[in-house]
Nanobody, 124 residues
Framework: QVQLLESGGGLVQAGGSLRLSCAASGRTFSSYAMGWFRQAPGKEREFVAG????????YYADSVKGRFTISRDNAKNTVYLQMNSLKPEDTAVYYC?????????????????WGQGTQVTVSS
């Protein structure tokens, strides 16, 4: 299996940027498609972005398209989420997730492994 550890969260003003990182250990990172999800208080966990195992295809929720960018470095066993033009409604705990398939998925239950999450707070 694979272990995931997110970092890079914090407090930022609206319009600012953050870059989240998710470091993977365990089995071969390049064998997993990866995703970022988020969960705000009182809400269900929702898809944010995904990337296939080669990094050649990316997927985004409509709410973040054009503002967030997912990428991966298979040599460093790390997936990133660059978040620009942040809005207060982006406030949530952000989780990275892995699935042992070529393609990513928008569906939370398609992922087998999860990190512990990192808090992102955007102030207005």
């Amino acid at each position: 299996q694979v272990q995931l550890l997110e970092s890079g969260g914090g407090l930022v003003q609206a319009g600012g940027s953050l870059r989240l990182s998710c470091a993977a250990s365990g089995r071969t990172f390049s064998s997993y498609a990866m995703g970022w999800f988020r969960q705000a208080p009182g809400k269900e966990r929702e898809f944010v972005a995904g990337i296939n195992l080669s990094g050649g295809t990316t997927y985004y929720a409509d709410s973040v398209k054009g503002r967030f960018t997912i990428s991966r470095d298979n040599a460093k066993n790390t997936v990133y989420l660059q978040m620009n033009s942040l809005k207060p409604e982006d406030t949530a705990v952000y989780y990275c997730a892995a699935r042992p398939y070529y393609d990513g998925s928008y569906w939370v239950h398609a992922y087998d492994y999860w990190g512990q999450g990192t808090q992102v707070t955007v102030s207005s």
